[in-house]
């Protein structure tokens, strides 16, 4: 198995446990529909150009974030605090399991699995068959 399957599957495995973890705890279905894409916004970074959108996609798509929310609901915040850590984290597992990464400054195509699934494709469409 390849280090970009298991970083896959992993994201896999975090998609399925926090979602799991966000219903169990009484989460609902139309918070989870609308909350669960709102890391892309960080994208919009990109207007400002490769670094300063990198920075902002990472920033939105590292685990630390969820985590952090976590932590501060586990100790004094509110069970919402909770609940969108885990959707958060349900964004990242997403992201992770259909291919895309954590982004580098020299463009939103490169990360740190590799080329993105979309580019890469286009990549090979290009390429002449032998």
């Known amino acids: 198995m390849t280090p ?3 970083l ?3 994201g896999l495995a975090l998609l399925a446990v926090s979602t799991t973890a966000y219903f169990a705890l009484g989460g609902t279905a139309g ?3 609308a909350l669960l894409l709102a890391p892309d916004l960080s994208m919009l970074g990109y207007l400002a150009g490769p670094r300063v959108g990198a920075a902002a996609y990472n920033a939105a798509h590292t685990q630390l974030g969820p985590l952090a929310l976590g932590a501060l609901a586990l100790g004094a915040g509110p069970p919402s605090l909770l609940l969108g850590g885990l959707i958060w ?3 990242i597992g997403l992201d992770r399991a259909l291919g895309y990464g954590l982004k580098h400054a020299s463009g939103f195509h490169h990360t740190h699995l590799g080329p993105s699934h979309a580019h890469a494709h286009a990549r090979a469409r290009r390429q002449p068959t032998p």
């Open 8 to 10: 896959r599957l992993e």
């Open 89 to 91: 984290a349900a964004h």
């Open 31 to 33: 918070w989870f529909a």
């Open 4 to 6: 970009r399957l298991l």
